[in-house]
């Protein structure tokens, strides 16, 4: 059983999330894009998937690929495209004339633009830690001013007609705001744990405006409990916790619970991936997310599911990865059962 010397390793892995923001497209800002170099090759690229938050004016966008010039810019000459009208807020996919091959190293913008009336709808940018092998940035078009580069990356992504993205691979997170009065007054996440292994903590993702408890469960229920002090962070924004508990052994396919708990009144934020997307993309932009599952409870109640799962996991000491599956390779079963 390979052992993890220091300070362990964390699973699932982390994606990071430090900031978000949501910039509109409108009469104003007439064109979005998110510029990708070093991507990874794929070919038969046809369609965009765009998260939308609010729709205030309903009109036709286009969807497009595009070259990059020498300024690192959206060029306008247009390799493929797709015209939609937004009906709804949250995931929408736009199907491309034709497909395109992305090969390895090149550059490609992904572009919505206000194409025919005044659409005036939200689209949200994220700030991840962890840009997987690509580097991507965002930028927006001012009419009469041109481009302007942003610090975050927008929900805007293509893919080829499997769902398979090109990066970025971002998903679409929520907030979930709450205290110790609050039902449910305790968020988390249930990891299915794949090979045997020695867990020695956890690590989550939140915004801590008051005191609070980093909660670990045992497959058999036992609890492991961290205190969070609001002052011992550097700011006052989301910060990566970790923790860390007894050591205690897992079998493949046991379950491990990590969660946060608010110990007074004041709202404390815990960041959460949002699952309400198709199951094909999900793997490319949440890392393990085969294994996990939100859950939530108010006070020592049962546990419930959501789609909106913690940001967080286990920090393993050791593992073995000769059990569970056939063959003696690691089990990769999808999240089952309840604790």
Request: proline share 5%; charged share 10%; hydrophobic share 35%.
């Amino acid at each position: 059983m390979p052992n993890f010397d220091g300070l362990g390793i964390l699973f699932p892995h982390s994606l990071f999330i430090s900031g978000s923001a949501s910039t509109a497209l409108n009469t104003t800002n007439i064109q979005i894009a998110n510029i990708i170099s070093s991507a990874k090759p794929i070919t038969g690229v046809d369609r965009v998937k765009v998260y939308i938050t609010t729709i205030t004016t309903s009109a036709q966008i286009r969807a497009s690929l595009q070259t990059v010039d020498e300024s690192g810019n959206a060029s306008g000459t247009i390799l493929a495209y797709g015209l939609y009208t937004p009906s709804s807020v949250g995931y929408s996919t736009i199907t491309l004339n034709q497909s395109v091959d992305v090969n390895a190293g090149s550059s490609i913008a992904i572009v919505l633009d206000n194409y025919s009336g005044s659409a005036n709808i939200n689209i949200p940018q994220v700030t991840i830690s962890d840009p997987k092998g690509t580097s991507s940035y965002a930028e927006y078009y001012i009419s009469g001013s041109g481009w302007t580069k942003q610090l975050r990356t927008f929900i805007l992504y293509a893919t080829d007609g499997n769902g398979v993205p090109i990066l970025p691979l971002l998903p679409y997170y929520s907030l979930a705001l709450f205290n110790s009065g609050s039902s449910p007054n305790e968020y988390g996440v249930r990891i299915t744990i794949p090979f045997d292994a020695t867990i020695i903590g956890g690590w989550l993702q939140a915004d801590i405006d008051a005191d609070a408890n980093l909660c670990i469960y045992t497959p058999s229920g036992t609890q492991y409990t961290s205190y969070a002090d609001t002052d011992a962070r550097s700011n006052s924004n989301v910060t990566v916790y970790h923790f860390y508990c007894p050591p205690f052994t897992v079998t493949a396919n046991q379950q491990v619970i990590v969660s946060v708990v608010p110990l007074t009144t004041t709202n404390i934020s815990a960041y959460r991936y949002n699952f309400n997307f198709d199951t094909v993309t999900m793997p490319y932009t949440c890392p393990g997310y085969g294994y996990i599952e939100g859950v939530q409870r108010t006070g020592s109640g049962s546990w419930s599911t959501n789609t909106t799962p913690l940001i967080g996991g286990v920090i393993l000491g050791s593992i073995s990865t000769t059990s569970g599956g056939s063959g003696g390779g690691v089990s990769r079963s999808r999240v089952q059962g309840r604790m």
